[in-house]
């Protein structure tokens, strides 16, 4: 079975400080990991996935395949980051489909 | 190009009761997705079709129901509505077609409340 850990439903941080949202996952065999995003009032939207290896508004993933980790990092977190975080997960079943973590909500106060 | 829409936006019903909900995909979207989003949970995958025919499904039972039209639209029916099945419903398309992962595009969701 394949599972998306994200295990704080919380992180509240300052202005310019750094940021790391855990996720970490349960899979056997090589899924695809992405980070989804929702701003207040706004659908959910692809914010990155890990075999584009790109950096949006700062935020970079690195999948970790020891560890079952894709953790999010930002080095200066900005207010507009404020924002839910979700993990999610998409395996080789022959239909692409997301498995999602809980999320976790992101306060970045001034 | 016309982003994923969903109606209604909020709905009441009461246990027992049926619901039908409405997607309609992303112009040039072939497959649609479904997923319940309860509160304080992440999306949980519903079901998925592709060129109108069931495509794939989570964990859900059969009273949880889809169709897609000739059109990629999509409709999510429920049956003998429970308590539980109070959540945010949302739909996702994307160009399906193969095995590796398209990405999908979410529309607002229809907030469905059961009394």
């Known amino acids: 079975a394949q599972r998306v850990t994200q295990p704080e439903k919380l992180l509240s941080v300052f202005k310019g400080a750094p940021v790391e949202l855990k996720c970490n996952y349960s899979?056997?065999?090589?899924?695809?990991l992405f980070w989804y995003v929702q701003y207040s009032r706004q659908r959910l939207q692809l914010l990155l996935r890990?075999?584009s290896r790109e950096s949006i508004k700062g935020f970079t993933a690195d999948l970790n395949k020891g560890e079952t980790s894709f953790h999010l990092k930002k080095p200066f977190a900005q207010e507009e980051d404020s924002a839910m975080y979700y993990c999610?997960?998409?395996?080789?079943?022959?239909?692409?489909?997301?498995?999602f973590g809980k999320g976790t909500m992101l306060l970045v106060s001034p | 190009e016309t982003g994923v829409t969903q109606s209604p936006t909020h709905l009441i019903k009461t246990r027992g009761q049926q619901v039908t909900l409405r997607c309609s995909s992303q112009?040039?979207?072939?497959?649609v997705s479904w997923y319940q989003q309860a509160l304080g949970q992440g999306p949980q995958f519903i079901f998925q079709?592709?060129?109108?025919?069931?495509?794939g499904r989570g964990n859900f039972p059969p009273r949880f129901s889809g169709l897609q039209f000739p059109n990629y639209s999509s409709e999510l029916n429920v049956n003998a509505l429970e308590l539980d099945d109070s959540a945010l419903y949302l739909c996702?398309?994307?160009?399906?077609?193969?095995?590796?992962?398209?990405?999908?595009?979410f529309g607002p969701g229809t907030r469905l409340t059961v009394l």
């Open positions: 890990h075999i």
């Open positions: 899979y056997s065999g090589s899924p695809e």
């Open positions: 996702a398309s994307s160009l399906g077609g193969s095995s590796t992962y398209n990405e999908q595009f």
């Open positions: 112009s040039g979207h072939n497959t």
């Open positions: 999610a997960l998409s395996g080789t079943s022959g239909y692409s489909t997301l498995t």
């Open positions: 079709y592709y060129r109108e025919e069931e495509n």
